[in-house]
């Protein structure tokens, strides 16, 4: 690779940015949902969302060099298969994980050397204990999280539900289950199963109406509480995804021992979790990883840990590692009580 090409290839990684932001104010502007019927002109466009229609324009090319719409003969723009994830209706929306993206985390990260060099969290920084309580001080924001998450579990469960069998189980509690997204689905396809969403109680009214509105309401229930305090003993298996990468070993191991008085001498724990490589290429899926490595370290302080990371932390918890089941990007983490 020359010298010219190497550099512009490290030009165009620099101006990432730029990307999230033209993503943003589509979605702002709701551009997806305008064309979610069909092509319309940038004319259409601007008389629609009230924007200056020719900076429209200007964004409606940008948008089309980075694969979320093209234009057609007459100048029209339409959705490509890409763009219409931007639509809060479609099956797979990632349109509130875009506002998280531009609203708070990439106004976290410009604080990233911060971080690097303290070895501390934004909310450490800023005399917090964690992020989540700084992020209660706003409750858009806790929302925003929120419908990104359930965004963000949505996209996984598919996978979650073809990696792991679960019709052994009679009772399942996910701890910091949030709306209840993936314990509903697990609901939905296995019937003989009760179980029962375990989070804060702000949670508490969006994941009953959610699990109403799936039909798994007479059969899953929300409880509110702590998991850094206590887990309620109420079923013969628990689930967490995407907790424990939140916190260091210490408040990890809180959770897990928690859990570990939760349950039986027969009764399993499932992680739902992201699996760092002992040694990461430049592949997408090391760079989603070390990338989320990042998110937590600027975040709520946890990491992304290697399989023998989780042996060790778990071993520590009073579990012993059984089996992982690769989920997509995500893995289901199983074990036993040791």
């Known amino acids: ?3 010219q090409v190497s550099a512009l290839r490290l030009f165009d990684l620099m101006q990432s940015h730029r990307v999230t932001a033209v993503i943003y104010v589509a979605v702002k502007l709701g551009i997806a949902e305008l064309l979610r019927d069909g092509p319309q002109t ?3 466009l601007a008389k629609a969302t009230g924007a200056d229609e020719r900076a429209l324009g200007r964004l409606l090319i940008a948008l089309s060099t980075i694969g979320i719409c093209e234009r057609m003969a007459g100048g029209c723009y339409r959705l490509t298969d890409v763009g219409v994830h931007l639509d809060s209706a479609a099956e797979q929306s990632f349109k509130s994980w875009a506002i998280l993206e531009a609203e708070m985390l990439a106004k ?3 604080g990233m050397l911060d971080s690097i ?3 501390n969290t934004a909310a ?3 005399g917090f204990s964690s992020s989540f309580d700084l992020m209660a001080r706003v409750p858009e924001n806790v929302s925003t999280f929120n419908a990104a998450m359930a965004e963000l579990t949505h996209l996984v469960t598919p996978d979650i539900l073809r990696a792991y069998d679960f019709r052994a189980l009679s009772s399942l509690l996910d701890v910091g289950g949030g709306s209840g997204e993936l314990l509903g689905a697990v609901a939905r396809q296995n019937q003989q199963l009760r179980g029962a969403v ?3 109680p702000r949670c508490a009214e969006t994941a009953t109406e959610h699990l109403r509105s799936i039909g798994v309401g007479d059969r899953v229930e929300f409880v509110a509480g702590d998991f850094f305090e206590s887990v309620p003993a109420i079923a013969d298996a628990i689930i967490l995804k995407s907790v424990i990468h939140d916190w260091d070993d210490a408040r990890s191991a809180t959770i897990l021992r928690n859990c570990r008085e939760a349950l039986s001498s027969s009764g399993r724990l499932l992680l739902v979790e992201r699996l760092m490589p002992e040694t990461p290429t430049a592949s997408d899926e090391d760079k989603a990883h070390a990338l989320s490595d990042l998110n937590m370290l600027r975040g709520p302080g ?3 840990r290697t399989k023998g990371q989780y042996c060790e932390l778990l071993n520590q918890s009073g579990f012993d590692l059984a089996a992982i089941y690769p989920a997509g990007r995500f893995n289901v983490i199983e074990a036993y009580p040791a």
């Open 198 to 200: 375990f989070d804060l």
């Open 124 to 126: 450490e920084l800023l």
């Open 42 to 44: 940038p004319h259409e």
């Open 117 to 119: 060099m303290s070895g």
């Open 1 to 3: 690779m020359s010298s």
């Open 302 to 304: 946890g990491c992304e």
């Open 108 to 110: 976290s990260w410009a």
